[in-house]
């Protein structure tokens, strides 16, 4: 049973993981899973900066590694390789994780595999609990919202992406705009339980559409416009606002997903089909559980990740490279982070793209 090393520095958790694999297709084992959160670093500016995020992770990385053996209870001639998140994500984070895990590799002599960021989100239900291929993935996280089917490791096709804001961009400034601090979606959603969310109308973005993609920019200009408007804020302003912009989000995020589950229907022969959401956002639990009710609706299972590893963290690297060292494949020394990796290179960009490749 191959034993991994995920290391994950895409953005503002300085994460280390050690996970064993299962028998067969069976689910992974968890060893270790050592995550700082830099929230500290990044709150007074309302976001992450990049440049302080970057020098946290080299001050930090080696003692969240150290702390991942201990707590395994393990040394390095158990681990059989390294797997460090190569993208996407924030350079210089991914500069500092995919150095640090080469420099392992080398001196220990152990295999090195440069992991998407994104497969990692997507293959978490394996890991976890031994999810069957296919399934339809709804990852939505700070820099990405996303539809995906994932027919096997490396086979992925998105159906449908932002075409402007990731929901988790969106959430963190609206906290910013309300003064609720960062990380911005635990904010809203607590400030959201004690607000009226039909006090104020606010818009559902392409909600109806026949086209299956998400967008939150209107979204976001409209709650601005409206909190200016009132002037200067009361508590039950900023709560009722909270509480109208995750009503609306939630109902836009139903819409527009029970598009692909009926696509998933008409297209693919799966009697059990499944949907698996991801990414930070998918700890709201207003939105999982609308989830949860959608797809009983449309006879799909909901598979959800443990409120841990719904954030960035490193034991869904740590499987990722497992899956695919498992199927022989490692990469060279010299492979280089890359800012943007999209999942499925082969879909056409829906945000652009540039020099360093397509956004979303």
């Known amino acids: 049973m191959p034993t991994v090393l995920g290391i994950e520095t895409s953005c503002d958790e300085t994460a280390a993981a050690i996970v064993r694999a299962g028998a067969g297709d069976a689910r992974g084992e968890i060893l270790s899973n050592i995550i700082y959160s830099q929230f500290g670093e990044h709150a007074r500016y309302g976001g992450v900066v990049p440049e302080i995020a970057a ?22 001639d158990a681990i059989d390789a390294i797997a460090a998140t190569a ?23 152990k295999p090195f595999l440069a992991v998407n960021h994104l497969e990692g989100h997507a293959l978490t239900p394996r890991l976890t609990d031994g999810q069957p291929f296919p399934y339809l993935l709804l990852l939505v996280s700070g ?8 027919r096997g490791l490396g086979d992925y096709e998105r159906w449908a992406t932002t075409i402007d804001d990731a929901l988790g961009e969106a959430f963190d400034k609206t906290a910013k705009l309300l003064d609720l ?5 635990p904010a809203v959603e607590k400030m959201a339980s004690t607000g009226d969310p039909d006090r104020f109308a606010l818009p559902r973005p392409l909600k109806g559409e026949a086209r299956p993609d998400f967008s939150f920019s209107g979204l976001k200009t409209a709650l601005r416009k409206t909190a200016t408007d009132l002037g200067a804020l009361t508590d039950r302003d900023v709560a009722d606002l909270c509480a109208g912009f995750q009503k609306a989000v939630t109902e836009t995020l139903e819409d527009r997903v029970a598009r692909s589950l009926a696509r998933y229907r008409a297209e693919i022969t799966d009697t059990s089909p499944t949907l ?9 639990k207003a939105i999982r559980a609308m989830l949860e009710r959608l797809c009983a609706e449309h006879g799909f299972a909901f598979l959800a990740p443990p409120m841990e590893l719904c954030s960035d963290n490193a034991a869904m690297i740590a499987w990722a490279g497992l899956e695919r060292f498992r199927r022989g494949e490692t990469d060279p020394l010299d492979i280089a982070p890359r800012p943007r990796w999209p999942l499925d290179g082969d879909s056409a960009p829906r945000i652009g793209s540039g020099r360093k490749g397509a956004k979303a």
């Open 276 to 284: 698996v959401v991801a990414g930070g956002v998918a700890a709201n």
């Open 143 to 150: 820099g990405h919202t996303q539809m995906v089917l994932v």
């Open 87 to 109: 993208g996407p994500g924030l350079i210089g984070g991914l500069i500092v994780g995919t150095m640090t895990g080469k420099a392992i590799a080398l001196a220990r002599g």
């Open 181 to 185: 601090g960062y990380p911005g979606g």
């Open 55 to 76: 020098r946290a992770h080299a001050d930090k990385l080696d003692r969240v590694i150290k702390a991942a053996l201990s707590e395994a209870g393990t040394d390095w």
